[in-house]
Each structure stands twice: as C-alpha cells, then as structure tokens.
C-alpha cells in the first residue's frame, strides 16, 4: 500500500486530498492507496475574511468550518500537532507520540505569526492575521476620533500582500463616511522601494495612495516601537508618531520543519522547487501555500493553483508513468483580488514569466471578491474551480 | 587591482541568486541587522532590479556602497555597515 500523508488541513492540503482522491478512487476502493491529512485544529478557516472583520463586514464564526465537512469521506484525517518528520524512517511524529509512516510526503503546512519578535507589538500595534486580532483592530477603529494612522509591514514576506494596502484604502474610505478624514492622516510604510513589490501594481495603487491623500514612505523597514512616545521607528532611521497603529506580524515557516532538517533556520521556508514543487530534491516529498521559499504571493490563490501540480506528480509515481507537463508543472499562476475602497477593486493575475496587469479598480472586481469569499467553502477546497 | 587590494574584507556573503525582487534586498537587510558596524557584505543578485533598489535603499540606511560588479550573470553588490 502506498501512504500519502498531508500535513495540514488549510487550502493546499484539503485540495491536494480531494484531488487525489478524485484521480486514485480505484486504488483507494482496493486498498492499494491511503490518504491521510493531518490538521493541527480540525478546523478549517478562511483567513482571507480576516480582513473583513475589521473593517466590520464579516463574523468570525462564518470563517471556520470543521476539516471534516470539506474532506472527501474517504481520506483520513487526524487531528494532532506534528512533533517532527524522521526521514531515515519517513514517518511524521505528532507530539501526543502517535508515528504515521509515508511513502508520499505533502507539506501544506502553511506560515505563522510571531508578533512576539517585536518588542512592544502586542500593546502597540493592532494586526488582522487572526480572528481576534482583527476585532480588536475593529474596536481600536471605532474609538479612533481622529490623528495619526499608520499602517506598515513588519516583515517579510508576509501572508496576502496587497492585504496593508487593502486595509489603507478601506480604512481611508471609512474616515470619509464617518467625517472624520479631515482629522486624521493616514501613512503607508513599506519595506521596499515603491509602494508594493511587484512594480505593475505599485504602479497602480501609488496614484491611489496619492487621490486619497495617504502618505507613501518607502524603504520603512520596522525596527523597534516605542511605546511610551508612540513611535514606531524604522531600520533606516525614519521615526513616525501614531495614535493607531496597524503592523503586518512578522511571519516564518513552522518550527518543526527546521528542526526535522527540512528547512533552513531562521525562516523556516521549506527550499522548494519552483517548477515541480519538490522540496529539497526529495523525489517524494511536495511542498505548496506559503510554507514554501518561492518568490509568489502567500496567498490561498497560489496553493489553489498548486495543488494540481502535486496532485498530477503522485498519481504520475503512483500508477508508474512519466508526468505529464500540461498538469504537473507549476508556472507561478496566481489570481488574487484587490479592494481599494468606495466599493471597488481590481483583478491581479499573474506567472513566473508575466507579471500582472490590473485592470482600471470597479466596482464588479470588488462584488467578484464578495462573492468569492461567499462561496468557497463549496468551490476551492472541493476542487470545483 | 588595486581597488581590489584597497578595499575591505568581505566578513559576509548573501547569495541571493535566483531570488527575486525584493528577495535580495530583503536578505541583505537581514544580514545588516545581523552584522556589527564595520563588516562589509557582499549580496549576489541575478535579478536586475537589485543594481537600483539595493544602491537606494544603502543610501536611505546611510550605510556605505563600495562596490557593484557585473559577474556571470550575477551583480554582486558589496556594502559596508557604518552603525
């Protein structure tokens, strides 16, 4: 029998379960084939709807579905955290002491947060990578009667990365309605040296960064926060007061992954190959979603358009033929939606070889991301788009 | 050659190769953070966009920018950390 094993119940791995399943029913029906996920919580959670409970727009109870429901009936899942990955005997050891061996390792084992690198982050700074986080941000919000916001990036990379300027132009569009723009600044700091990394988009939102009176400050690498003044202070020596201040957390891959020799310390991104998602040449072990090194947005959208690939390369090993290129080779396909406030958003779409060309923000980019997050509980997951 | 002699010991190397923009950039900022004044970096990028946004952002950090060379099919960037 051959085992597969997914570690993580997220958007890569409840797909790449799904797809699986849906290419080796057969084998599965024989016995020839297992399929088990292993999930941490056993919930399954749409972070990309973080971002609407703070600006008031979702319930955080709508963002969280048991793994269960969404896996195919017949893949197994347990429930536990992973201690380590033993390669000599390719078995994973979840930390209650329970071994499952694999003969096909998949690592969708996402990014976490660790605020706590930042001194001061946790009574300074709100954030929207979490549920609770994110209602705090919207109570931090609804006090706020006007001042200094500033919104940064407190390291790289990050999960979701238009999410800061998203939050920018939502948050700008709100003070207007509630008539406290002309009381407040906004400030917009960004690690590099436009407004976002790739350079089409940046040179979309800057103008809108410009319209709406945001103040762009670049190369604003977050150092230290000073938290009697108020000050948030930036690697290159830039200092900015703030009444509210909103930081992305800095991010890293799980800690299991660089003590098991998977993935190089102080990251933790698993060293994955950009074409077949191979990690570290390892013919039998895929990695997708943001626990890899690749230079893609860490986004729902990439371990979507991941997952096939790594589905296509077992099945290819599995059923002993080559893999077929159409399928099993990752070209860097991304989509993502992007709100810029008053009820429009655009579309960005790209690859490795062709970087993304939003169209002019409208007001039906903005419904299709409404509608998206509405629906994908019945779509992505389930393999339907 | 005798600029080569002149100038101080590289004390780090990033290899950057193959990473994209901002990957370099972000990689010698975290070398920056992890190195004392006085040592001297040397970053491998393959991407073109570092020979401009590296130089920039060493500007803005008020760090030192002693050299850039055009390697085989790499630049490599050399930066001293002044504080």
């Given at each position: 029998?051959?085992?597969?094993?997914?570690?993580?119940g997220g958007?890569?791995g409840?797909?790449?379960?799904n797809?699986?399943i849906k290419?080796?029913?057969r084998?599965?029906?024989?016995g020839?084939v297992?399929?088990?996920?292993?999930?941490?919580?056993?919930?399954?959670?749409y972070?990309?709807?973080?971002?609407?409970?703070a600006?008031?727009?979702?319930r955080?109870?709508?963002?969280?579905?048991?793994?269960?429901?969404l896996?195919d009936?017949?893949?197994?899942?347990v429930?536990g955290e992973?201690a380590?990955?033993?390669?000599?005997t390719?078995t994973?050891?979840?930390?209650?002491?329970?071994?499952?061996?694999?003969d096909y390792?998949?690592?969708?084992?996402g990014?976490?947060?660790?605020?706590e690198?930042?001194?001061?982050?946790?009574?300074?700074?709100?954030?929207?990578?979490?549920?609770?986080?994110a209602?705090?941000?919207?109570?931090?919000?609804?006090?706020?009667?006007?001042?200094?916001?500033?919104?940064g990036?407190?390291?790289?990379p990050y999960k979701?990365?238009?999410a800061?300027?998203e939050?920018?132009?939502?948050?700008?569009?709100?003070?207007?309605?509630?008539?406290?723009r002309?009381?407040?600044?906004?400030h917009?700091?960004?690690?590099?040296?436009?407004?976002?990394?790739?350079?089409?988009v940046s040179?979309?939102a800057?103008?809108?960064?410009?319209?709406?009176?945001?103040?762009?400050?670049?190369?604003?690498?977050?150092?230290?926060i000073?938290?009697?003044r108020?000050i948030?202070?930036?690697l290159?020596?830039e200092?900015?007061?703030?009444?509210?201040?909103?930081l992305v957390p800095?991010?890293?891959g799980?800690?299991?992954?660089?003590d098991s020799g998977?993935?190089?310390?102080?990251?933790?991104?698993?060293?994955?190959?950009r074409?077949?998602l191979?990690?570290g040449?390892r013919?039998?072990?895929f990695?997708?979603?943001d626990?890899t090194d690749l230079?893609?947005?860490?986004?729902?959208s990439?371990?979507h358009f991941e997952a096939?690939?790594?589905?296509?390369?077992?099945?290819?090993?599995?059923?002993?033929?080559t893999?077929?290129?159409?399928?099993?080779?990752y070209?860097?396909?991304v989509?993502?939606?992007?709100e810029?406030?008053?009820?429009?958003?655009?579309?960005?779409?790209?690859?490795?070889?062709?970087?993304?060309?939003p169209p002019?923000?409208?007001?039906?980019?903005?419904?299709?991301k409404?509608?998206?997050?509405k629906?994908?509980?019945?779509?992505?997951?389930?393999?339907?788009? | 050659?005798?600029?080569?002699?002149t100038?101080?010991a590289?004390?780090r190397?990033?290899?950057?190769?193959?990473s994209?923009?901002?990957?370099?950039?972000?990689?010698?900022?975290r070398?920056?953070?992890?190195?004392?004044?006085g040592?001297?970096?040397a970053?491998?990028?393959?991407?073109?966009?570092s020979?401009?946004?590296v130089?920039?952002?060493?500007?803005?950090?008020?760090?030192?920018?002693?050299?850039?060379?055009?390697r085989?099919?790499?630049?490599?960037?050399?930066?001293?950390k002044?504080?």
């Amino acid at each position: 029998m051959k085992r597969i094993l997914i570690l993580g119940g997220g958007v890569g791995g409840t797909l790449t379960a799904n797809l699986l399943i849906k290419r080796l029913r057969r084998q599965v029906k024989a016995g020839e084939v297992m399929i088990t996920v292993v999930d941490q919580t056993g919930q399954h959670t749409y972070q990309p709807g973080f971002m609407y409970i703070a600006m008031g727009a979702e319930r955080a109870e709508r963002l969280q579905r048991p793994e269960r429901g969404l896996l195919d009936k017949r893949v197994h899942l347990v429930i536990g955290e992973v201690a380590r990955i033993d390669e000599s005997t390719q078995t994973v050891l979840l930390t209650d002491g329970l071994p499952i061996a694999y003969d096909y390792l998949v690592l969708a084992t996402g990014s976490r947060i660790v605020p706590e690198e930042i001194e001061h982050f946790a009574t300074e700074a709100y954030h929207f990578y979490t549920a609770d986080a994110a209602q705090e941000l919207r109570r931090g919000l609804d006090a706020f009667t006007g001042g200094r916001i500033v919104i940064g990036i407190a390291g790289m990379p990050y999960k979701c990365p238009p999410a800061p300027l998203e939050v920018a132009f939502l948050i700008e569009a709100e003070l207007r309605q509630r008539g406290l723009r002309e009381k407040s600044e906004l400030h917009f700091c960004s690690p590099i040296g436009r407004a976002f990394t790739i350079e089409s988009v940046s040179a979309m939102a800057t103008p809108i960064l410009e319209q709406k009176g945001i103040e762009l400050h670049t190369f604003f690498n977050v150092e230290t926060i000073d938290a009697e003044r108020h000050i948030v202070q930036s690697l290159e020596g830039e200092e900015l007061p703030y009444e509210l201040l909103i930081l992305v957390p800095p991010h890293k891959g799980q800690q299991f992954l660089v003590d098991s020799g998977f993935a190089p310390a102080p990251g933790g991104w698993l060293p994955t190959d950009r074409a077949t998602l191979e990690v570290g040449g390892r013919p039998n072990v895929f990695a997708l979603g943001d626990a890899t090194d690749l230079p893609l947005s860490k986004a729902g959208s990439t371990a979507h358009f991941e997952a096939p690939v790594v589905t296509e390369r077992i099945v290819a090993s599995i059923q002993g033929r080559t893999v077929d290129p159409r399928h099993g080779e990752y070209l860097g396909k991304v989509m993502c939606f992007f709100e810029v406030g008053d009820g429009k958003g655009t579309l960005l779409q790209f690859d490795y070889e062709h970087p993304p060309r939003p169209p002019k923000p409208n007001q039906l980019w903005h419904l299709g991301k409404i509608v998206f997050n509405k629906t994908y509980w019945h779509t992505v997951p389930k393999g339907r788009v | 050659m005798l600029a080569n002699l002149t100038a101080p010991a590289v004390t780090r190397i990033v290899d950057a190769r193959g990473s994209f923009c901002p990957g370099p950039l972000m990689e010698l900022i975290r070398a920056i953070r992890e190195s004392a004044p006085g040592q001297v970096i040397a970053v491998y990028s393959s991407d073109s966009g570092s020979r401009i946004d590296v130089p920039k952002w060493i500007e803005k950090a008020g760090h030192r920018l002693l050299e850039i060379t055009r390697r085989d099919g790499y630049d490599e960037i050399v930066v001293e950390k002044t504080h």
